[in-house]
């Protein structure tokens, strides 16, 4: 059995957070964390125990035996179907289940989110932005089920074809998962450092909605749009929509944000965010890849 101290890790745990078994998406919130960025706690599930998740099924282990060594694109398809359903199939093991809502617990969570963190998500050339799945709002007693969702997403047709077209080694496709404290925010949005609607590297471009970020990242609604100038931080377009408002403090505390994560990684940056009692979280950051 593996050893949960070192594969379920707390986001303020370091000395203990390896990037090879959490990717990148949690590594960087670790890394925003490290930079004083306001990013809501959380602990991250490693890929090893999706690994150890895999043994518990010799069916299981056959199929996706079978996935990595199929080079016919519908034969993988078909095989990735199964494997999605084999693994909500599989009984979590006690004690796997014990440790993490342990974990929980000792978080004082109420609720979270359940977010999937695949070992090849958010590079440089690749972002699977959307493909895997989140699950917000989810309490104690969901928690399981939510991480087996997770888990089984790595396996849907999109990523499937996303892998195939885009030659990714199947042996590269391994998860973690992301047990991020739920925001309920008043607003929310994302920020990327480059104006991807024209190109230009010297305006910052930020899109928001009231409510939870996903109403924006799943195109639940039309944002409200806001560019700026990024060397002055000056206001050069501000178009709301609906009912939504933001306060030119809010907006000053999303641009510098904004400047400090790209300066980090010295690259356009795609970031997540949200606003609850006047106070900005970060909720991840990506590089652009468009």
């Known amino acids: 059995m593996i050893d949960f101290g070192r594969e379920l890790i707390n986001l303020n745990d370091t000395n203990l957070i390896d990037k090879n078994t959490i990717g990148p998406k949690a590594y960087r919130l670790a890394e925003l964390k490290n930079i004083g960025l306001n ?36 034969d993988r398809l078909k095989i990735a179907d199964e494997v999605k359903k084999n693994i909500m199939k599989v009984e979590f093991p006690e004690k796997m289940r014990i440790k993490i809502i342990q974990k929980f617990e000792e978080n004082k969570f109420s609720k ?11 590079t440089k050339n690749l972002s699977f932005a959307g493909q895997f799945k989140t699950f917000l709002n989810v309490e104690k007693e969901q928690i399981i089920e939510s991480i087996k969702k997770c888990w089984a997403s790595l396996f849907s047709k999109q990523v499937m074809l996303y892998a195939y077209y885009n030659n990714i080694d199947f042996h590269e496709l391994k998860m973690s998962v992301i047990i991020q404290e739920m925001i309920q925010a008043e607003k929310a949005g994302v920020m990327f450092t ?10 910052l471009l930020i899109e928001f909605s009231n409510g939870l ?56 940056q795609d970031i997540e965010w949200s606003i609850l009692s006047n ?8 590089p652009i890849t468009t």
């Open 279 to 286: 106070k900005l979280f970060i909720l991840q950051t990506r």
């Open 112 to 122: 979270v989110s359940v977010r999937s963190a695949a070992l090849c998500e958010d």
């Open 194 to 203: 480059k104006n991807i609607k024209n190109g230009n590297i010297n305006e």
């Open 213 to 268: 970020c996903e109403n924006i990242v799943s195109g639940i609604v039309n944002p409200s749009i806001i560019i700026i100038e990024k060397k002055s931080g000056r206001i050069l377009q501000k178009k709301l929509i609906n009912k939504n408002s933001i306060s030119d403090k809010e907006i000053k505390l999303i641009y510098e944000a904004g400047l400090k994560i790209e300066k980090n990684y010295g690259s356009p």
């Open 39 to 74: 990013v809501p706690n959380a602990f991250f599930i490693s890929s090893v125990v999706f690994d150890e998740f895999i043994l518990q099924s010799e069916e299981l282990q056959e199929l996706i035996t079978k996935l990595i060594k199929s080079e016919d694109l519908e």
